[in-house]
């Protein structure tokens, strides 16, 4: 059974960075398209970013130029570089693989000052 488990949330002030990383189990992670995702309190999930197989991205309109998503297949991980915080970044993060509709259990991202 695949699993998805994330890390790197956390307190940061407006303006400054975090890394989210997601370490996936199970093998052939380089065959699938993976995504972040985040939700805020009383709002919807709504999709951060996605990186395909061949390594193509795509982002939200609202972290374009901020937030970066990269792999690393070897280590069977994703990430996502968040710089230029804002308080309105605030969510839990989700990494999500698409085949298979596999989610992980979230990671706090509070942007506060």
């Known amino acids: 059974q695949v699993q998805l488990v994330e890390s790197g949330g956390g307190l940061v002030q407006p303006g400054g960075s975090l890394r989210l990383s997601c370490v996936a189990s199970g093998s052939e992670f380089n065959l699938y398209a993976m995504g972040w995702y985040r939700q805020a309190p009383g709002k919807e999930r709504e999709l951060v970013a996605s990186i395909n197989s061949d390594g193509s991205t795509n982002y939200a309109n609202s972290v374009k130029g901020r937030f970066t998503i990269s792999r690393d297949n070897a280590k069977k991980t994703v990430y996502l570089q968040m710089n230029s915080l804002k308080v309105e970044d605030t969510a839990v993060y989700l990494c999500?693989?698409?085949?298979?509709?596999?989610w992980g259990q979230g990671t706090q991202v509070i942007v506060s000052s």
């Open positions: 999500r693989r698409t085949t298979g509709n596999i």
